[in-house]
């Protein structure tokens, strides 16, 4: 007699014991991986280290030693010798990588100072280099922070010239990685950068420096204090002709497609926290390392509520960066970084 067995569906991973009865409650707890800080450390999903983290830099011509940011308490404004040394102290608290941005001597309409090899950034790439050989260095390719009229690109008949400003991008990038720079990071969003950059330094030699592209950057509310920072407001319109509308994700994903095909080697969303849906889709996406920027409006906030004693500044900032890794951001570049790096390290985070 011939047997016939029944056709079993292929499963997927899981699929049997759901199939199975469910177990309910008083059998099913799920307090029980609760029970103890070590019995939550074991199960944990998600691990933040510092290895995940990047601390941005604002390097000034003008600062003597260093001058503060009211918007940004703890972040300084930083000649190049503080520079050198808030880099080696990032180093030795395990934080990979630092990014630089560059306040230069004076600003003209080219943005000049960008692409100056003995411009601010320049200089202080050298310094950090040589002090902290190890220490990833990833500079800012923008033109914002060296115009007089603040735009991210040169402009005409008062709009920016994407494809005169691509040139420009590309001496920044080569003028950077001839200073020692390892990834140069462009955040302009114009149309082109990344493969005019790449062709760039490829024919410059650097063919194994990386690049980081702000690949899905919006035109966001949140970057007010970075603006003070960086003394790179806009002096007449706004960005929003380059950067990204915030309802679209679609385009947010088909900008980081563009930006991968042109040669990035790493992606990035900006800024980081009201736009988690799009570092979970690029993930999902994308096979690259992927980058979230934690910016100065969402860091200047949870700073404001600390002060007035509103909320617990260690807790709030491991559940943002615990949240932005979660979403599959490999990479978060966070004004955090080295308090987030030293409570790590004695364990308190």
Request: overall charge negative.
């Amino acid at each position: 007699m011939i047997s016939h067995r029944p056709t079993v569906p292929p499963q997927t991973p899981g699929s049997f014991a759901e199939q199975a009865a469910p177990a309910s409650f008083p059998s099913l707890r799920m307090r029980r991986l609760r029970t103890s800080p070590t019995m939550r450390r074991m199960v944990q999903e998600t691990r933040l280290s510092p290895d995940d983290l990047i601390l941005p830099l604002f390097v000034d011509h003008h600062a003597g030693g260093e001058a503060s940011i009211q918007s940004m308490p703890g972040v300084m404004r930083l000649s190049v010798e503080r520079a050198v040394e808030e880099a080696a102290s990032a180093a030795a608290l395990g934080i990979p990588a630092v990014l630089l941005f560059g306040l230069p001597e004076s600003k003209d309409a080219a943005g000049s100072g960008a692409y100056d090899s003995d411009g601010i950034v320049q200089r202080a790439a050298r310094a950090i280099k040589a002090a902290c050989p190890e220490l990833v260095l990833i500079t800012d390719v923008c033109l914002c922070e060296y115009t007089s009229h603040g735009h991210c690109g040169v402009l005409r008949d008062s709009g920016v010239d994407n494809d005169r400003t691509l040139e420009l991008l590309a001496a920044t990038a080569v003028s950077q990685a001839e200073a020692g720079a390892d990834v140069v990071a462009p955040s302009d969003m114009m149309d082109g950068r990344v493969g005019a950059i790449r062709r760039a330094l490829d024919a410059a030699g650097y063919q194994d420096r990386s690049i980081l592209a702000y690949s899905a950057k919006f035109a966001s509310g949140f970057y007010g204090p970075f603006r003070e920072a960086a003394e790179s407001a806009p002096q007449f319109g706004d960005r929003r002709t380059y950067q990204m509308d915030p309802p679209n994700a679609r385009e947010a994903l088909r900008e980081i497609a563009l930006d991968v095909q042109e040669g990035a080697d790493m992606v990035m969303v900006k800024p980081a926290l009201a736009y988690l849906d799009l570092v979970a889709r690029a993930r999902a996406a994308f096979d690259l390392p992927l980058a979230a920027y934690n910016v100065s409006g969402e860091f200047a906030m949870v700073k404001a509520a600390a002060a007035n004693g509103w909320i617990d500044e260690k807790r709030v900032v491991a559940e943002i960066l615990t949240g932005i890794k979660r979403a599959g951001a490999d990479l978060i570049i966070t004004y955090h970084a080295k308090d987030a790096a030293a409570w790590l390290r004695e364990g308190s985070f």
